[in-house]
């Protein structure tokens, strides 16, 4: 058998049998379940992305629900809203702004009054105006922890006079008498109506002694 004739039979045995590789015939079968399974997984990931959405949905949803249930137990402790009762927006903190800071009245070296700044939130911590009874205690710390230096009490009528309307709260000036020599006090605050729960709120204030 001459050479041309032998490579020409060597290529038709190779058309005849299949492609090779150095490791062996290519195995189409396996590539084709190969690309099936990768989209299969595909298709699975979006599936459960899509799940996911909607469970993250219905968990958004149950927790509104159950706000508003919340919001009707309040309302009426029998778990009914009777139709005829109005809803009203509560007072549930009391806070001391940080613009609350001792002052100077007289114009001489020192602090001689502190400006309390008074924030008043509902069941939503949105700031609101209120009629109550406001106290207020100063507490020399240089002294005892529950030492009372100076008080004052404003009732709903005069505490009335001290809301501002910007920046939306109560200022009122606590005049110190010369009592306090500490650099440092706390400032307690209480808001206080009939048949209500006192809230209180507390604030370091730093003085200027003279």
């Known amino acids: ?17 299949g492609c090779t590789t150095a490791t062996g015939p290519v195995d189409n079968t396996l590539v084709d379940r190969m690309n099936n399974l990768e989209r299969e997984n595909v298709a699975r990931q979006q599936k459960i992305t899509k799940l996911e959405g909607e469970v993250s949905a219905m968990r958004a949803e149950r927790d509104e629900l159950r706000q508003l249930l919340e919001a009707a137990r309040e309302l009426n402790k029998t778990g009914t809203v009777p139709a005829d009762k109005p809803f009203r927006f509560e007072v549930q903190k009391v806070e001391l702004g940080f613009l609350t800071c001792a002052i100077d009245l007289d114009g001489k070296k020192g602090d ?17 105006k209120a009629a109550g009874t406001f106290r207020f205690d100063v507490f020399d710390l240089a002294r005892s922890k529950d030492h009372v230096v100076r008080s004052w009490t404003f009732a709903p009528e005069e505490a009335a006079g001290n809301w501002q309307r910007f920046p ?8 110190l008498g010369g009592e306090v020599r500490a650099e440092k006090v706390v400032l307690k605050v209480s808001f206080s109506r009939p048949g209500k729960e006192t ?12």
């Open 112 to 128: 001689d009054a502190i400006a309390a700044y008074v924030n008043l939130y509902d069941q939503y911590d949105t700031s609101l």
């Open 1 to 17: 058998m001459s050479r041309l004739t032998a490579t020409v039979a060597l290529v038709s045995l190779v058309t005849l049998v």
């Open 168 to 175: 939306g709260c109560y200022q009122f000036k606590l005049p």
């Open 199 to 210: 809230l209180t709120a507390t604030r370091e204030v730093q003085l200027e002694l003279p």
